[in-house]
């Protein structure tokens, strides 16, 4: 399982573009990168998942360049209640049984 | 989405006794599921992984006697911890895996709300 490296901690105010970089220099041919946020006291959130250039749903975008060795979640406008934990994680979900190993992800801190 | 399910979602139990923890997907069938525990401003730590029909896997450390956990069907998925004590007491996540909407070629996982076990 690829190895993620993510900012410990993130400030950011009310209506800006908060932009979080992963790296995963060892990412695999199969592996996918998925995106997780978690609030206290409740189970992750699935955020978003891609392979490669970009994707775009409804809360939120994930950029991976050609070599896909990092990503980046960018959260549009945010807001006081996306101060929570972002998790990157990488792995070949392309069969079932598949194993998240989740690192310390990033605290994000969304202030007035 | 798909959504998982957990119960309890708080239990306090005494130190040498029994608790189960149930994980539910409700609207998907989920032949894998998995089981972490997160320590106070700790991230999540994989215990488990649950097959339904088959014997769990269980990472590195986790004592399989000690934490029980049984697949009976392809909804559910229990944790009991066994002779719990103290420094059992953390927050249980369970996940389940579904194929990934609109895609045929990955598949994603739902977590459920978490449990948290005190063991006084």
């Known amino acids: 399982l690829a190895k993620t490296t993510q900012p410990i901690s993130m400030d950011s105010y009310e209506g800006q573009e908060v932009n979080i970089t992963c790296s995963h220099n060892?990412?695999?041919?199969?592996?996918?990168i998925t995106w997780y946020q978690q609030f206290p006291s409740q189970g992750p959130r699935f955020i978003i998942q891609?392979?490669?250039t970009k994707v775009t749903n409804e809360v939120a975008s994930l950029f991976i360049p050609a070599d896909r060795k990092s990503s980046t979640l960018s959260l549009p406008r945010v807001s006081l209640s996306d101060t929570a934990v972002y998790y990157c994680?990488?792995?070949?979900?392309?069969?079932?049984?598949?194993?998240?190993?989740f690192g310390a992800g990033t605290r994000l801190a969304v202030h007035p | 989405g798909a959504v998982v399910s957990q119960h309890p979602s708080r239990v306090i139990c005494k130190s040498g006794t029994s608790v189960k923890i149930e994980c539910r997907s409700l609207?998907?069938?989920?032949?894998?599921m998995f089981w972490y525990r997160q320590f106070p401003k700790q991230s999540l730590m994989l215990m488990a992984t649950?097959?339904?029909?088959?014997?769990?896997?269980?990472e590195q450390g986790v004592e399989k006697d000690k934490f029980l956990i049984n697949h009976a069907s392809l909804t559910l998925s229990t944790l009991t911890v066994t002779s719990a004590h103290p420094e059992d007491s953390s927050f249980y996540i369970c996940?389940?895996?579904?194929?990934?909407?609109?895609?045929?070629?990955?598949?994603?996982?739902?977590f459920g709300p978490g449990t948290r076990l005190t063991v006084t």
């Open positions: 996940s389940a895996e579904h194929r990934a909407r609109n895609k045929i070629t990955s598949y994603e996982q739902y």
């Open positions: 060892n990412i695999a041919t199969n592996d996918y």
């Open positions: 891609g392979y490669k």
């Open positions: 994680l990488v792995g070949d979900v392309s069969g079932g049984y598949n194993k998240l190993i």
């Open positions: 609207d998907f069938q989920a032949t894998t």
């Open positions: 649950s097959n339904e029909g088959s014997k769990a896997t269980y």
